[in-house]
Protein backbone atom coordinates (compact mmCIF):
# COMPACT_ATOMS: atom_id res chain seq x y z
CA UNK A 1 0.00 0.00 0.00
CA UNK A 2 0.56 3.79 0.56
CA UNK A 3 3.45 4.89 2.69
CA UNK A 4 1.57 8.28 2.12
CA UNK A 5 -1.33 9.87 2.61
CA UNK A 6 -2.71 9.93 -0.95
CA UNK A 7 -6.07 10.62 -2.76
CA UNK A 8 -7.53 7.03 -3.72
CA UNK A 9 -10.16 7.19 -6.58
CA UNK A 10 -11.93 3.80 -4.84
CA UNK A 11 -13.88 2.77 -8.08
CA UNK A 12 -10.37 3.24 -10.35
CA UNK A 13 -8.47 1.60 -8.16
CA UNK A 14 -5.55 4.45 -8.38
CA UNK A 15 -4.05 7.21 -6.44
CA UNK A 16 -4.68 10.15 -7.38
CA UNK A 17 -3.30 12.66 -6.13
CA UNK A 18 0.09 12.26 -3.03
CA UNK A 19 -1.22 14.37 -0.45
CA UNK A 20 1.60 15.60 1.90
CA UNK A 21 3.83 13.85 4.72
CA UNK A 22 2.76 15.34 7.35
CA UNK A 23 -0.04 13.64 8.93
CA UNK A 24 -1.47 15.28 12.25
CA UNK A 25 -1.41 12.56 14.80
CA UNK A 26 -4.80 11.04 15.39
CA UNK A 27 -7.07 8.36 17.74
CA UNK A 28 -9.67 7.35 16.03
CA UNK A 29 -13.01 6.00 17.66
CA UNK A 30 -15.36 3.96 16.02
CA UNK A 31 -18.03 1.66 14.99
CA UNK A 32 -19.48 -0.21 12.58
CA UNK A 33 -22.80 1.57 12.28
CA UNK A 34 -25.31 -1.29 11.16
CA UNK A 35 -24.58 -3.64 13.93
CA UNK A 36 -25.85 -6.42 11.60
CA UNK A 37 -23.72 -5.49 9.09
CA UNK A 38 -22.07 -7.71 6.45
CA UNK A 39 -20.39 -5.26 4.54
CA UNK A 40 -20.86 -3.24 1.12
CA UNK A 41 -19.86 -4.30 -2.35
CA UNK A 42 -18.73 -0.78 -3.11
CA UNK A 43 -18.63 -1.52 -6.62
CA UNK A 44 -22.04 -2.93 -7.22
CA UNK A 45 -23.37 0.53 -5.59
CA UNK A 46 -24.36 3.19 -8.33
CA UNK A 47 -21.96 7.03 -7.66
CA UNK A 48 -24.69 8.78 -5.55
CA UNK A 49 -26.02 12.19 -7.87
CA UNK A 50 -23.93 14.36 -6.51
CA UNK A 51 -25.13 17.88 -7.53
CA UNK A 52 -23.16 21.22 -7.37
CA UNK A 53 -23.17 21.93 -3.70
CA UNK A 54 -21.52 18.48 -3.19
CA UNK A 55 -19.14 19.41 -6.15
CA UNK A 56 -18.24 22.61 -4.52
CA UNK A 57 -17.72 20.96 -0.83
CA UNK A 58 -15.68 18.44 -2.40
CA UNK A 59 -13.19 21.23 -4.09
CA UNK A 60 -13.24 22.78 -0.48
CA UNK A 61 -12.17 18.97 1.25
CA UNK A 62 -9.81 18.72 -1.16
CA UNK A 63 -8.05 21.95 -0.57
CA UNK A 64 -8.26 21.20 3.38
CA UNK A 65 -6.58 17.91 3.38
CA UNK A 66 -3.73 19.03 1.17
CA UNK A 67 -3.50 22.19 3.80
CA UNK A 68 -3.67 19.56 6.68
CA UNK A 69 -1.19 17.26 5.20
CA UNK A 70 1.30 19.60 4.94
CA UNK A 71 0.80 21.43 8.24
CA UNK A 72 0.06 18.31 10.42
CA UNK A 73 -3.36 20.33 11.07
CA UNK A 74 -5.67 17.90 12.88
CA UNK A 75 -8.10 20.43 13.47
CA UNK A 76 -8.76 21.30 9.23
CA UNK A 77 -8.29 16.96 8.77
CA UNK A 78 -11.61 16.83 10.85
CA UNK A 79 -13.75 19.78 9.42
CA UNK A 80 -12.76 18.03 5.86
CA UNK A 81 -13.74 14.99 7.33
CA UNK A 82 -17.00 15.99 8.62
CA UNK A 83 -18.29 18.05 5.31
CA UNK A 84 -17.39 14.83 3.88
CA UNK A 85 -19.51 12.99 6.06
CA UNK A 86 -22.53 15.72 5.64
CA UNK A 87 -22.12 14.82 1.97
CA UNK A 88 -22.86 11.37 2.64
CA UNK A 89 -25.88 12.41 5.31
CA UNK A 90 -27.20 14.62 2.30
CA UNK A 91 -27.22 10.94 -0.14
CA UNK A 92 -28.60 8.67 2.34
CA UNK A 93 -29.43 9.88 6.28
CA UNK A 94 -27.59 7.30 8.78
CA UNK A 95 -29.07 8.12 12.38
CA UNK A 96 -25.73 7.27 13.72
CA UNK A 97 -24.33 8.99 11.81
CA UNK A 98 -26.09 12.14 12.40
CA UNK A 99 -25.66 12.15 16.12
CA UNK A 100 -22.34 12.06 15.51
CA UNK A 101 -21.95 14.86 13.75
CA UNK A 102 -24.38 16.58 15.83
CA UNK A 103 -22.35 15.53 18.85
CA UNK A 104 -18.62 15.29 18.19
CA UNK A 105 -17.35 18.70 19.26
CA UNK A 106 -19.26 18.02 22.53
CA UNK A 107 -17.16 14.89 23.13
CA UNK A 108 -14.04 16.89 22.32
CA UNK A 109 -13.33 15.09 18.77
CA UNK A 110 -12.04 17.45 15.75
CA UNK A 111 -14.72 15.50 13.34
CA UNK A 112 -16.98 12.94 12.19
CA UNK A 113 -15.30 10.31 9.49
CA UNK A 114 -17.18 7.92 7.17
CA UNK A 115 -16.40 5.06 4.50
CA UNK A 116 -18.86 6.61 2.16
CA UNK A 117 -19.41 3.20 0.46
CA UNK A 118 -19.43 1.06 3.91
CA UNK A 119 -20.84 1.58 7.23
CA UNK A 120 -17.54 2.02 9.45
CA UNK A 121 -17.79 5.45 10.84
CA UNK A 122 -16.19 7.03 13.69
CA UNK A 123 -14.59 10.46 15.85
CA UNK A 124 -11.35 11.43 15.31
CA UNK A 125 -9.22 13.10 18.13
CA UNK A 126 -6.14 15.63 17.78
CA UNK A 127 -3.53 12.76 19.70
CA UNK A 128 -1.02 15.38 21.18
CA UNK A 129 -3.98 17.80 23.54
CA UNK A 130 -7.02 15.21 24.19
CA UNK A 131 -7.02 13.89 27.69
CA UNK A 132 -6.96 10.21 27.74
CA UNK A 133 -10.05 10.07 29.71
CA UNK A 134 -12.27 11.42 26.62
CA UNK A 135 -11.49 8.68 24.41
CA UNK A 136 -13.39 6.02 26.88
CA UNK A 137 -16.34 8.27 27.00
CA UNK A 138 -16.69 9.14 23.52
CA UNK A 139 -16.40 5.19 22.66
CA UNK A 140 -19.35 3.94 25.46
CA UNK A 141 -21.00 6.79 24.10
CA UNK A 142 -20.91 5.14 20.28
CA UNK A 143 -22.02 1.95 21.71
CA UNK A 144 -24.75 2.89 23.25
CA UNK A 145 -25.59 5.10 19.93
CA UNK A 146 -24.66 2.44 17.41
CA UNK A 147 -25.24 -0.94 19.83
CA UNK A 148 -22.06 -2.35 18.54
CA UNK A 149 -18.58 -2.92 19.76
CA UNK A 150 -15.97 0.05 19.28
CA UNK A 151 -12.54 -0.19 18.22
CA UNK A 152 -9.78 2.51 18.42
CA UNK A 153 -6.43 2.70 16.86
CA UNK A 154 -3.81 5.79 16.14
CA UNK A 155 -2.61 7.61 13.10
CA UNK A 156 -0.62 9.14 11.60
CA UNK A 157 2.00 11.53 13.41
CA UNK A 158 4.61 13.78 12.01
CA UNK A 159 6.86 11.40 9.84
CA UNK A 160 4.82 8.49 10.65
CA UNK A 161 1.66 8.60 8.31
CA UNK B 1 -5.88 17.45 -30.78
CA UNK B 2 -2.04 17.36 -30.23
CA UNK B 3 -1.08 18.08 -26.79
CA UNK B 4 -0.22 21.62 -27.18
CA UNK B 5 -3.72 22.21 -28.15
CA UNK B 6 -5.31 20.50 -25.32
CA UNK B 7 -3.83 22.49 -23.32
CA UNK B 8 -6.86 24.82 -24.19
CA UNK B 9 -8.08 27.39 -22.45
CA UNK B 10 -6.13 26.66 -18.91
CA UNK B 11 -2.54 27.32 -20.17
CA UNK B 12 -3.27 30.99 -21.13
CA UNK B 13 -1.93 32.92 -18.54
CA UNK B 14 -4.56 33.82 -17.41
CA UNK B 15 -5.27 31.36 -14.76
CA UNK B 16 -2.34 33.09 -12.66
CA UNK B 17 -3.36 36.56 -13.01
CA UNK B 18 -6.95 35.90 -11.73
CA UNK B 19 -5.50 34.49 -8.19
CA UNK B 20 -4.89 36.67 -5.09
CA UNK B 21 -2.15 37.79 -3.21
CA UNK B 22 -1.98 36.61 -0.21
CA UNK B 23 -0.14 39.62 2.26
CA UNK B 24 0.22 38.82 5.96
CA UNK B 25 -1.34 42.26 8.01
CA UNK B 26 -1.41 40.33 11.60
CA UNK B 27 -0.79 37.31 13.25
CA UNK B 28 -3.89 35.82 12.25
CA UNK B 29 -5.27 38.24 9.84
CA UNK B 30 -4.34 38.52 6.06
CA UNK B 31 -5.18 40.15 3.12
CA UNK B 32 -6.05 39.55 -0.19
CA UNK B 33 -4.73 41.57 -3.42
CA UNK B 34 -6.41 41.03 -6.72
CA UNK B 35 -4.14 42.62 -9.84
CA UNK B 36 -7.51 42.43 -11.58
CA UNK B 37 -10.70 42.09 -9.16
CA UNK B 38 -12.77 41.19 -11.66
CA UNK B 39 -10.66 38.63 -13.71
CA UNK B 40 -11.79 35.30 -11.81
CA UNK B 41 -15.57 36.25 -12.63
CA UNK B 42 -15.33 37.17 -16.36
CA UNK B 43 -12.74 34.48 -16.90
CA UNK B 44 -15.28 31.89 -15.50
CA UNK B 45 -18.18 33.14 -17.21
CA UNK B 46 -16.90 33.57 -20.79
CA UNK B 47 -14.87 30.07 -20.51
CA UNK B 48 -18.22 28.35 -19.46
CA UNK B 49 -20.45 29.79 -22.22
CA UNK B 50 -17.71 29.09 -24.74
CA UNK B 51 -18.09 25.31 -23.28
CA UNK B 52 -21.48 25.09 -23.14
CA UNK B 53 -21.96 26.96 -26.90
CA UNK B 54 -23.72 30.07 -25.77
CA UNK B 55 -20.62 32.26 -27.16
CA UNK B 56 -18.93 31.34 -30.89
CA UNK B 57 -16.46 32.63 -33.21
CA UNK B 58 -19.07 34.70 -34.92
CA UNK B 59 -20.54 36.03 -31.21
CA UNK B 60 -19.76 39.54 -29.84
CA UNK B 61 -19.66 39.85 -25.83
CA UNK B 62 -21.68 43.25 -24.43
CA UNK B 63 -22.03 44.19 -21.13
CA UNK B 64 -22.48 47.70 -19.30
CA UNK B 65 -19.82 48.56 -17.22
CA UNK B 66 -17.27 51.40 -15.77
CA UNK B 67 -15.39 49.45 -14.15
CA UNK B 68 -13.37 46.52 -13.75
CA UNK B 69 -15.55 43.60 -14.96
CA UNK B 70 -15.02 45.33 -18.26
CA UNK B 71 -11.04 45.01 -17.80
CA UNK B 72 -11.45 41.56 -16.96
CA UNK B 73 -13.85 40.84 -19.62
CA UNK B 74 -11.20 42.89 -22.03
CA UNK B 75 -8.20 40.49 -20.87
CA UNK B 76 -10.45 37.57 -21.53
CA UNK B 77 -12.02 37.94 -24.54
CA UNK B 78 -8.73 39.56 -26.02
CA UNK B 79 -6.92 36.16 -25.27
CA UNK B 80 -10.08 34.36 -26.23
CA UNK B 81 -10.27 36.23 -29.97
CA UNK B 82 -13.62 36.94 -29.09
CA UNK B 83 -15.13 40.25 -30.00
CA UNK B 84 -16.47 42.83 -26.98
CA UNK B 85 -18.35 45.78 -27.01
CA UNK B 86 -19.36 48.15 -23.85
CA UNK B 87 -20.97 50.22 -23.10
CA UNK B 88 -20.11 52.65 -20.71
CA UNK B 89 -20.70 55.97 -19.58
CA UNK B 90 -18.59 59.48 -18.62
CA UNK B 91 -17.62 58.70 -15.14
CA UNK B 92 -15.40 55.71 -16.55
CA UNK B 93 -11.47 57.11 -16.02
CA UNK B 94 -9.10 57.71 -18.94
CA UNK B 95 -6.39 55.25 -18.02
CA UNK B 96 -9.13 52.39 -17.75
CA UNK B 97 -10.97 53.72 -21.18
CA UNK B 98 -7.34 53.92 -22.88
CA UNK B 99 -6.53 50.01 -21.43
CA UNK B 100 -10.09 48.55 -22.62
CA UNK B 101 -9.20 50.42 -25.82
CA UNK B 102 -5.63 48.88 -26.10
CA UNK B 103 -7.03 45.55 -25.59
CA UNK B 104 -9.17 45.61 -28.64
CA UNK B 105 -12.76 46.65 -27.15
CA UNK B 106 -15.62 48.19 -28.79
CA UNK B 107 -16.42 51.00 -26.35
CA UNK B 108 -19.43 52.96 -26.54
CA UNK B 109 -20.02 55.63 -24.29
CA UNK B 110 -23.69 57.28 -23.68
CA UNK B 111 -23.99 61.06 -23.12
CA UNK B 112 -26.95 61.54 -21.33
CA UNK B 113 -27.93 60.13 -18.56
CA UNK B 114 -31.76 58.79 -18.92
CA UNK B 115 -34.82 61.07 -17.76
CA UNK B 116 -35.62 57.93 -15.24
CA UNK B 117 -32.97 56.30 -14.11
CA UNK B 118 -30.25 58.44 -14.52
CA UNK B 119 -26.49 56.62 -16.45
CA UNK B 120 -27.32 53.45 -15.71
CA UNK B 121 -30.79 53.40 -17.66
CA UNK B 122 -29.08 55.37 -20.26
CA UNK B 123 -26.49 52.60 -20.31
CA UNK B 124 -28.64 49.41 -20.39
CA UNK B 125 -30.83 51.04 -22.73
CA UNK B 126 -28.03 51.32 -25.13
CA UNK B 127 -27.05 47.69 -24.59
CA UNK B 128 -30.48 46.27 -25.06
CA UNK B 129 -30.52 48.60 -28.86
CA UNK B 130 -26.78 46.79 -29.27
CA UNK B 131 -28.59 43.32 -28.56
CA UNK B 132 -31.72 43.90 -30.79
CA UNK B 133 -29.40 44.61 -34.21
CA UNK B 134 -28.37 41.63 -36.02
CA UNK B 135 -25.70 39.40 -34.84
CA UNK B 136 -25.12 37.40 -32.85
CA UNK B 137 -24.44 38.45 -28.65
CA UNK B 138 -23.49 37.10 -25.34
CA UNK B 139 -24.61 39.20 -22.44
CA UNK B 140 -22.59 38.08 -19.26
CA UNK B 141 -25.02 39.88 -16.87
CA UNK B 142 -22.20 40.13 -14.00
CA UNK B 143 -25.40 41.31 -11.44
CA UNK B 144 -27.57 37.83 -12.14
CA UNK B 145 -25.10 35.99 -13.40
CA UNK B 146 -25.44 32.83 -10.88
CA UNK B 147 -21.88 32.18 -12.55
CA UNK B 148 -20.32 35.36 -10.77
CA UNK B 149 -20.17 33.93 -7.02
CA UNK B 150 -19.34 30.52 -8.10
CA UNK B 151 -16.06 31.39 -9.44
CA UNK B 152 -15.06 32.83 -6.65
CA UNK B 153 -14.82 28.74 -5.22
CA UNK B 154 -10.98 28.93 -6.84
CA UNK B 155 -10.57 32.18 -4.44
CA UNK B 156 -11.92 30.21 -1.42
CA UNK B 157 -9.88 26.87 -2.11
CA UNK B 158 -6.83 28.92 -2.32
CA UNK B 159 -7.38 30.61 0.84
CA UNK B 160 -8.22 27.11 2.62
CA UNK B 161 -4.81 25.41 0.59
CA UNK B 162 -2.70 28.51 1.59
CA UNK B 163 -3.71 29.45 4.93
CA UNK B 164 -5.97 26.67 6.84
CA UNK B 165 -9.30 27.56 7.75
CA UNK B 166 -10.91 31.06 8.22
CA UNK B 167 -13.23 32.26 10.38
CA UNK B 168 -14.11 35.63 9.68
CA UNK B 169 -14.50 36.76 6.13
CA UNK B 170 -14.75 40.65 5.53
CA UNK B 171 -14.84 41.99 2.45
CA UNK B 172 -16.26 44.87 0.80
CA UNK B 173 -19.59 44.34 -1.20
CA UNK B 174 -20.44 45.50 -5.05
CA UNK B 175 -21.93 43.30 -6.89
CA UNK B 176 -22.06 40.94 -4.07
CA UNK B 177 -20.56 38.75 -6.60
CA UNK B 178 -16.72 37.79 -4.32
CA UNK B 179 -18.45 38.14 -0.73
CA UNK B 180 -21.11 35.91 -1.76
CA UNK B 181 -19.62 33.07 -3.64
CA UNK B 182 -16.05 32.84 -1.45
CA UNK B 183 -18.02 32.66 1.79
CA UNK B 184 -20.31 30.31 0.47
CA UNK B 185 -17.71 27.86 -0.48
CA UNK B 186 -15.80 28.10 3.20
CA UNK B 187 -18.94 27.47 4.80
CA UNK B 188 -18.94 24.08 3.16
CA UNK B 189 -16.35 23.22 5.50
CA UNK B 190 -18.39 24.59 9.01
CA UNK B 191 -21.89 24.14 7.96
Given amino acids: MFTNPVLFGQRDGRALEWLGEYSPYLRIVGVDTDAAGIGVDTLSQESPPYDEHDLLTFGMILAALRRAYKTSDANLLGLAATASSRVMQRHGENNVVAAMIEHYRDLGAVGVQVSHSGTIAGFIFDRLVTPEERYEVAGSYLARLAGAPTRAFDYGGVGHP | ?191
Avoid at chain 2, 79 to 97: F, K, N
Avoid at chain 2, 150 to 173: C, D, H, K, M, N
Fill in chain 2, 1 to 191: MNGLLNLGLNADGLAELAMARLVQLGPNYFGAAFDVMKLMPARHIVDAALAEGSINEKTTVVETTSGTFGLGLAMVCARRGIQLHLVSDPAIDEPLRDRLLDLGCRLTIVDQPAPQGGYQAARLDKLQEIISGPGRYYVPSQYDNPRNPESYAVFARQLVESLGSISTLVGPVGSGGSLCGTSRALRTLDE
